[in-house]
């Protein structure tokens, strides 16, 4: 408790409000059961979207910096040059799920190779309901 002229800390924990509630905190025990929930919402999510992915497709980018640019990471959106090359417009593919980014610029054509052809194998897969 707080002793001499020190301050009252303050609790950042959410609390329960009424006449008999004071002092008493909210407990969280239905972490685990949220957490189940929450899981089985994602696999419905899963078999429903079936034969798509979840998630949107993104481009294979190098990692920046000299320690790190070896690795390969998602990065955010795939090039106007990238889809053009694929034969994709951008406008259609935000609408099949594919991310476009028109800021990002190509610097090898290997990379732009690359991502060309994971954007062709990802509409080869998809089936697009008319």
Not at 19 to 37: E, F, H, I
Not at 48 to 77: F, I, S
Not at 122 to 128: C, E, L
């Amino acid at each position: 408790m707080v002793c001499h002229n020190n301050t009252v800390f303050s609790t950042h924990r959410p609390k329960m409000h009424g006449p008999k509630m004071l002092g008493m905190y909210r407990v969280r025990l239905d972490q685990a059961g949220r957490k189940v929930s929450r899981r089985h919402a994602r696999q419905e999510k899963a078999t429903k979207m079936a034969p798509r992915p979840v998630d949107a497709l993104r481009p294979a980018v190098h990692c920046m910096t000299q320690r790190y640019n070896m690795r390969m990471r998602m990065g955010r959106g795939f090039s106007v040059a990238e889809l053009k090359a694929a034969g994709v417009a951008p406008a259609y593919a935000k609408t099949i799920g594919i991310c476009v980014d028109t800021r990002r610029k190509n610097r090898s054509e290997e990379s732009l190779n690359r991502n060309v052809e994971r954007i062709k194998a990802y509409v080869a897969k998809i089936t697009v309901k008319k």
